[in-house]
Every structure is written in C-alpha cells, then in structure tokens.
C-alpha cells in the first residue's frame, strides 16, 4: 500500500524571501575543471511581458559527466568544490543569469550518452507546480544523438538549444511559457 | 554501471492542473502544449545534495533570527519527509518561508497594511534527520487579502520547498492549519482534484509535540514519489 504524494502548490509572489538564502549563481569556483560558461536569460510570460518572480533552479554534471550524487556509479571523479546545482532569482527585466563550466555527456538509459545538458526547474506565481526543462548547447554534434532531444517534435528542439551570446563561453537561453516558441517543457 | 530506477508518476487527479482560471496567474503562466514525457535518467534520478554548510541548526527557529522575539502564536511544525514506499527520506533540504503574525510578508511587493515584525523576517531551513523527521518552531502566519478576485483572502499556510534525492522528487507546497474557515474559498488549495490529496495539505494539531506553557504543535507529514518497483533498463557508460 502505498502513501499518497504530497501534492504541489504555488511558491506566491514572495518566492524571494525562502529561497534567497541558497542563492548560487556562480556555481563554479577557482579551480574547478571544465570550459568556463555564462548561461542567461530572461522568463517570458504569454503576452510577453517579463516574468520578474520566477526562480530558476538548474543541475548538472561536472565537465568529466559526473553528478556530485551517490546514484553515479561512474567511475569518474566528484570535484569537492563543484555541486552542480545553482538557483537565481529573476530581476526587474525577468533575468537570470549563472556563471559555470559546461557539463560532460552523461549516461543515457538502454546504453549511450545524452549529449551535454542542464536539467531546468521553473517556479513562480501562477504555477500550481513547477516547469521542468533542459538546455542543450549549439553546435554539439553529441545533440543529433540525444535520446531526449529526439523526444521532442523537431519543429520545437530549438527552444531547448541555447545560443551564443557574443563572448567566449557566452550563452543565452529564454524560457518562454507560452506563443509560437513556447519552451519545450517536460513531463518528469 | 547499475540500471536506473525512475520515480513513479504522480496518481490521477493528485497534483494540480498547470492552468486553472480560478487562479488568474495560471491564465498567461501556464504552458499551452503538452508536455513531453520524460523517461528518467541519471540526471532526472540524481540531485542537488545538501548538508550542514547550507543549514546551521539554529535556521530551523524562525523566533530566534532577532534581538526580540516576534509576536504571535508560537508553533511548532514536525512531521516526517518520506516516498510513497513509506520510505524515510533522509538529510533532505526543507526551506520554509511565511507572513508574519499579522498577514504580511517581510517583501518589498508586499503592499498589506498589516504591520511587519522587526524581529520576524519569516524565512527558514532544516535538514531531516535519520528518520527522515524535521522541526521548525514560528509563529502563526496570519491570513492576508489578495487580489485574485473580489474579498479574496489566503488562508494562513507555510510555504515549503523540499529537495528529496532526486530532481524528479523536487516539490514546493503548502501547508495549512485545520479549522481554517479561508480554506474552501481559496482557488490555490482547490486547484488539487482529488479531495483526499487536497485534505492532505492541512496539518493536524499536535498534542504529543505541543510543549506546556510554550507552543502548540502542528504534524505534516510530506511524501515524496516513490521509486518504481524495478529498473526497466539497464544503463552503461
């Protein structure tokens, strides 16, 4: 017999004040290993206005495709200094912004490699429960293969693919919650 | 490597819907095409790992964060953090935040006239411990107007944000106290189909954890989703 899941509720409009305090946007310190990267962007609501309210947590694997977790079996080296998780808080323009390395390919279910990812949660007034997304990088030839991207209608793989943002390691990636380039969003 | 066991997807009718009109926001926020089921893999199954450096013990006491203390009710809110398995979910990040006694958020988009409480700023963390229990001590957070529809008024809830161990357990919810006549107007709690998992959200009233001459005690327990019974693929780097 099993016990009844908790169900979801809204984070409100006063998100900032419970998740300030773990706050990570630079989630790679002197040291760690791996191609140097900034991911930013900005939340886009359906009449495209801004989304100044929203919290975007991101998780991934180290530059070797790593998850600082005890469920990776790999046999690859955590980095002490390298979690793999950030979260920020969207500002005035509906921004976020993190500074990172750019993750390895991690394992794929049945066998194979995803190409490198970063798994996406969206929270924010107005979703009784939270989005779940991924951003993949342009031009990585590991992308033909991913099994998840391959998921996705290839009309929409671009919404999940970010773009150079002028700079080295510079990267922009919107989330658009709905229109005509409506994020891919997933059901996880 | 070993096979992936992914996590069960959430019962019929138990989660709330992504668009629900009684809830405005939902209207321009909530995604318009079907989502795309994910098979769990090792990133879905693994997560961000927290410990004591994120949490100090004494985050989890939201009456002692100031000179003061602030004024209201004091409660005590422990429950335990287990999967659907009746598994305990152990050393997991709960963050809780909530209005002061009087309905207002320490927020600078909170407009209430109710007065903020210079020794309550309203936010906390703990971590669970081996038996998957947690504890926070605060006050009751007072109702507070919104602007959804005409009187609109929240009933008083904690917000409550937990981190299992892995990315597809990760839930934000709310808690609410029992007896709280707000609760059947409010469009946030009656976005949840099922009754039984809407009644689910409410706390009871504690007698074993209330303390004599200092708090009342309030038990949530939260579940997290489960895992599937066995690995359906097998995984290799």
Same mark, same amino acid.
Request: aromatic letters at 8%.
């Given at each position: 017999m099993s016990l009844l899941t908790t169900a979801s509720q809204t984070v409100g409009p006063y998100v900032g004040i419970g998740f300030a305090a773990l706050c990570v946007e630079e989630l790679a310190p002197e040291g760690v290993s791996g191609e140097? %990267?900034?991911?930013?962007?900005? !939340?886009? +609501?359906? *009449?495209? #206005?801004? !989304?100044? *309210? /929203?919290? !975007?947590?991101?998780?991934? /694997?180290? &530059? @070797?495709? #790593?998850? &600082?977790?005890?469920? +990776? @079996?790999? *046999? #690859?080296? !955590?980095?002490?200094? $390298?979690?793999?998780?950030?979260?920020?808080?969207?500002?005035? +323009?509906?921004? $976020?912004? $993190? /500074?990172? %390395? #750019?993750?390895g390919c991690v394992p794929a279910p049945g066998g194979g490699l995803q190409a490198p990812h970063i798994a996406v949660t969206v929270f924010m007034r107005g979703l009784l429960r939270h989005l779940a997304t991924r951003v993949y990088f342009p031009g990585d030839p590991a992308n033909a293969e991913d099994p998840v991207l391959r998921l996705v209608p290839e009309e929409r793989r671009a919404t999940l693919i970010a773009r150079p943002a002028g700079g080295k390691g510079a990267f922009e990636w919107n989330i658009r919650l709905q229109g005509t380039d409506e994020t891919v969003f997933f059901d996880l | 490597m070993t096979g992936i066991t992914g996590y069960r997807r959430p019962y019929f009718r138990t989660q709330p819907p992504y668009l629900h009109p009684d809830y405005q926001s939902t209207v321009k926020r909530s995604p318009t095409r079907p989502l795309v089921l994910l098979p769990h893999s090792l990133t879905e199954v693994t997560g961000p790992v927290f410990g004591y450096e994120d949490v100090k013990p004494t985050d989890g006491d939201l009456t002692r964060q100031h000179a003061g203390e602030p004024i209201g009710e004091r409660i005590i809110v422990s429950g335990r953090l287990l999967d659907e398995n009746s598994r305990p979910v152990v050393h997991a990040l709960i963050e809780l935040w909530q209005a002061n006694a009087a309905g207002r958020y320490r927020h600078e988009v909170d407009d209430h006239n109710a007065p903020l409480d210079p020794n309550f700023s309203g936010a906390g963390r703990v971590l669970t411990d081996a038996e998957g229990r947690y504890r926070f001590v605060t006050v009751k957070p007072g109702a507070y107007p919104w602007r959804n529809h005409y009187n609109a008024w929240r009933p008083a809830h904690l917000h409550l944000s937990i981190f299992g161990i892995g990315l597809a357990q990760r839930i934000v919810t709310q808690m609410y106290f029992p007896g709280d006549p707000l609760i059947p107007y409010d469009p946030m709690f009656s976005s949840i189909p099922d009754e039984k998992a809407r009644e689910r959200l409410v706390s009871s009233f504690d007698w074993e954890t209330t303390r004599p001459d200092q708090a009342l005690g309030f038990r949530f327990d939260i579940v997290l989703r489960g895992r599937d019974a066995t690995p359906t693929e097998s995984t290799r780097s």
């Open positions: 140097r %990267i900034t991911l930013t962007g900005r !939340v886009t +609501d359906g *009449d495209g #206005k801004p !989304v100044n *309210d /929203a919290a !975007v947590e991101i998780w991934q /694997a180290n &530059a @070797a495709g #790593k998850y &600082a977790h005890p469920e +990776d @079996a790999q *046999d #690859k080296a !955590v980095e002490a200094r $390298f979690r793999g998780y950030g979260r920020s808080l969207t500002r005035a +323009d509906g921004g $976020f912004r $993190f /500074a990172t %390395i #750019k993750p | -």
